[in-house]
C-alpha cells in the first residue's frame, strides 16, 4: 500500500470514530434530558449506592412507605373525598392511627369507629378456603387534626381473649354502621409499629432536616457521635418498595433529635421536601459485619410552622414568647395566660399531649380574645425534650425569646411588685423588659430563674379563684429553675433537659437574684389535681411513678409510693414559709371591687 492509500485509510477510519464518538455523545445527552425532565416533573431522587457501604437489613427497608388501607374508608359516593389510613401506632395504653384528609372532612371523622380483628383459634383446622376472623367495635377514644394534610385517630386497647391467639392482630377504622369484613391478606401486613422505635417528626431548618426519633437509645443529657447516623428520604410519588432513597450524613445527634443535610437535589428548592418520608439509620453489627438498621418510620418533612399561623418574614419579631406542654390542663390555661400577658408575655405555643378536656375550645376562646396563643396537637408520649427542640424551631422565626415552663409555674418579681403605685399597676411588662435588656448581649443567651416549691396550703379542694390565689404555703429552699432562651442562639443538637438548653459555643446563661426573681411553683396541688402525675409524666427521661424505679428522684414528691393513694395529712406537707407575696399583689390591683373576681374567673364565665 502506498503512502497516498495509507492517509485515505486514516481519514476513513478517523471519520468512523468521529461519528461513533458523537453518536454516543447525542445519546448520553438525551439519557441526561430524560433523567432532568423525569426529576423536574415527577420529583424522582436517586440514591447512589456507593453512600451505602454496610448492608441493609431488607425488613425494614418497606417501613419507609405507607402502608395504606383504602377500602373500608373510600366514599360509598365517588364524588365524595375519601380517608386514607397511613400508620398505625401501638402506644401502652391506645391506638395511634394517621390519616390522610381533605381539610374539608375533618369535622367527619367522629363518623369513624375502631375495628380489631382476631385469627380465629379453630380457623386452621376449619375446612374454610379462608380463615375467619373475630370483629371487635369500640367507639373512637377522640380525633384530631395533626398538621395540613394529617388527622388523627386515637383508638382504646381492645379486649383481650387469651383463647383468641393472643388478642387482636390488627386495628382499622370504618365509618359507623357499615358492616363487612377486610381480607386477611390485608390486615395481616398493615399490622401496628410499636412506639419503642420509630421516626416520628421531621421538620425543615435552613438547608438541614431535623428529625425526631424513638428508640436510637442514646445517652440523655449528652450530645452524642452523629458519624454512624444517616438519613434516608423516600419519594413523594411512590409508596412501594426497593423505591429509589437518597441518603445524608447527620450533622449533630443529641436525645431523640438527628439533623442531616438535605440531599443536593433539593437543598437548593426545601419545598420539594416538604411531605417527603424520611427516616434514619444507625450502624449496627460488629466490625467486621457492619449492618446499616433502617429505624420504621411515620415522619414527613414540614416546615416548622406545621401548616398553622406562620409569622411573615418582615414583620418585627415578639420580644417574648412562651411554650409550654400539657396533657389535660385546660382548666390552669386561662390564670397562666392571662397573668403572663399582662407581665409582657406575646405570644404562647401550646403543645398538647393528647389532652381530652376541651382544651381545643379554651385556646381558640383565649385567641379570640386577643392573647395570640396556638396549639399543636402532639401526640407522642414521653417527648417534652424533643416538643421543646421542636417548639424552639417554631418559635425562633417569630419570637426574639422564648420561655419554656410549665402551666403551673408564674414568674413574681418581689421587688418590682412592691413598688409605690405610680402611673399603671407596679410591674407591668416587667418580664418583658426583663428579657429585652438582654436582647443586645453578646453573650447572653439564656436568663434563668429559681422555682419555689409550693404545697397543698391546708386545702381539700381545688382553690376556686386559681392557683396564685389558692396556695400559698411553700418549702423554704428552691428547687430547680426555669429558662427563657433565645431560640436563634441554641445550639444545632437543640439539646436540652426541660429546664434549660444547651446554647451555642460563645454564649453562656444568666442566673436572676432570687430577690428579683422567682417562679412560684404550684407543685404539690391538692391530691384530687396532683394524683394525676402518677399517669402521665411527659418527660422522655422521667420514670413513670406507676414503676418500682428511682424513688429518690426529685421529680417524685417524697414519701408517695407507686400507687395514686393519697399519703397521710396530704393537704398540709411541703408547707414551711407561708408566702402570700404575689396573692396579696393580684388581690389589691386586678380583683374586681364589687365582686372580687379576678380577670381569669370572669373571661371564663
Not at 391478606?185 to 425526631?212: H, K, P
Request: proline share 6%; charged share 20%; glycine share 6%.
Amino acid at each position: 500500500m502506498d503512502p497516498e492509500q495509507r492517509r485515505k485509510r486514516k481519514r476513513v477510519v478517523a471519520a468512523r470514530h468521529l461519528h461513533i464518538s458523537s453518536r454516543s455523545l447525542f445519546l448520553c445527552f438525551s439519557f441526561l434530558i430524560f433523567l432532568l425532565f423525569l426529576s423536574s416533573h415527577h420529583h424522582f431522587f436517586f440514591f447512589t449506592p456507593s453512600t451505602f457501604r454496610p448492608s441493609l437489613t431488607a425488613s425494614t427497608l418497606s417501613l419507609l412507605y405507607s402502608s395504606a388501607s383504602n377500602s373500608i374508608l373510600d366514599p360509598l359516593i365517588p364524588t365524595t373525598p375519601s380517608y386514607t389510613l397511613q400508620h398505625r401506632i401501638l402506644f401502652p395504653d391506645h391506638h395511634l392511627l394517621i390519616l390522610t384528609n381533605p381539610q374539608q372532612q375533618q369535622q367527619k371523622l367522629h363518623e369513624l369507629e375502631c375495628v380489631y380483628y382476631t385469627l380465629h383459634p379453630n380457623a386452621s383446622s376449619s375446612g374454610s378456603p379462608e380463615p375467619v376472623l373475630e370483629v371487635q367495635v369500640r367507639p373512637v377514644l377522640s380525633t384530631d387534626r395533626y398538621d395540613e394534610s394529617r388527622s388523627i385517630v386515637r383508638c382504646p386497647l381492645p379486649q383481650t381473649n387469651s383463647s383468641a391467639g393472643g388478642g387482636p392482630k390488627a386495628v382499622d377504622l370504618r365509618r359507623r354502621g357499615e358492616v363487612g369484613r377486610r381480607s386477611l391478606g390485608i390486615l395481616m401486613n398493615q399490622t401496628a409499629q410499636s412506639w419503642d422505635r420509630v421516626a416520628y417528626e421531621a421538620t425543615l431548618d435552613g438547608d438541614t432536616v431535623v428529625v425526631f426519633v424513638k428508640g436510637l437509645n442514646l445517652r440523655p443529657h449528652k450530645i452524642s457521635d452523629p458519624t454512624r447516623i444517616r438519613c434516608h428520604f423516600g419519594l413523594k410519588s411512590f409508596h412501594k418498595d426497593n423505591a429509589f432513597l437518597l441518603t445524608t450524613r447527620a450533622v449533630s445527634v443529641a436525645q431523640e433529635v438527628v439533623r442531616c443535610m438535605l440531599p443536593q437535589s433539593i437543598r437548593n428548592n426545601p419545598d420539594k421536601a416538604r411531605g417527603i418520608r424520611v427516616t434514619v439509620s444507625y450502624l449496627g453489627g460488629n466490625v467486621r459485619h457492619p449492618v446499616r438498621v433502617l429505624v420504621p418510620s411515620v415522619a414527613r418533612v414540614s416546615s416548622p410552622g406545621g401548616g398553622g399561623r406562620v409569622q411573615k418574614r418582615n414583620r418585627k419579631k415578639h420580644e417574648l414568647c412562651a411554650c409550654t406542654m400539657v396533657w389535660n390542663q385546660a382548666s390552669a390555661l386561662r390564670e397562666w395566660v392571662t397573668y403572663h400577658a399582662w407581665l409582657g408575655v406575646e405570644r404562647w405555643f401550646i403543645y398538647d399531649n393528647n389532652s381530652d378536656d376541651d382544651i381545643e375550645n379554651v385556646v381558640q376562646d383565649l385567641d379570640l380574645q386577643g392573647f395570640n396563643v396556638s396549639r399543636k396537637s402532639w401526640p407522642w408520649i414521653k417527648t417534652q425534650e424533643a416538643g421543646f427542640s421542636h417548639c424552639a424551631l417554631r418559635a425562633r422565626e417569630e419570637c426574639k425569646w422564648v420561655g419554656f415552663f410549665d402551666v403551673d409555674e408564674f414568674f413574681y418579681f418581689p421587688s418590682e411588685f412592691q413598688q409605690p403605685l405610680g402611673e399603671g399597676v407596679p410591674g407591668e411588662n416587667y418580664l418583658r423588659s426583663v428579657v429585652a435588656n438582654f436582647s443586645y448581649s453578646k453573650s447572653i443567651a439564656e436568663i434563668r430563674t429559681a422555682c419555689h416549691s409550693f404545697g397543698p396550703s391546708g386545702l381539700k379542694s381545688p382553690p376556686k379563684q386559681g392557683v396564685t390565689l389558692g396556695y400559698t404555703c411553700r418549702l423554704q429552699s428552691p428547687e430547680r429553675h426555669k429558662s427563657i432562651v433565645r431560640p436563634d442562639l441554641l445550639d444545632i443538637s437543640l439539646l436540652n433537659v426541660v429546664h434549660h438548653f444547651q446554647l451555642r459555643v460563645g454564649f453562656r446563661y444568666h442566673n436572676m437574684p432570687e430577690g428579683t426573681a422567682i417562679v412560684n411553683h404550684y407543685k404539690y396541688q391538692v391530691w384530687e389535681t396532683f394524683k394525676a402525675k402518677f399517669f402521665r409524666r411527659v418527660a422522655t427521661y422521667v420514670v413513670d411513678w406507676q414503676e418500682d424505679q428511682n424513688k429518690g428522684s426529685k421529680d417524685r414528691a417524697p414519701g408517695l409510693g407507686t400507687e395514686a393513694i393519697e399519703p397521710p395529712n396530704w393537704r398540709r406537707q411541703f408547707c414551711e414559709v407561708w408566702d402570700t407575696g404575689l396573692k396579696d399583689f393580684l388581690v389589691s390591683y386586678f380583683a374586681e371591687p364589687a365582686t372580687g373576681l379576678m380577670p381569669w374567673e370572669k373571661s371564663s364565665l
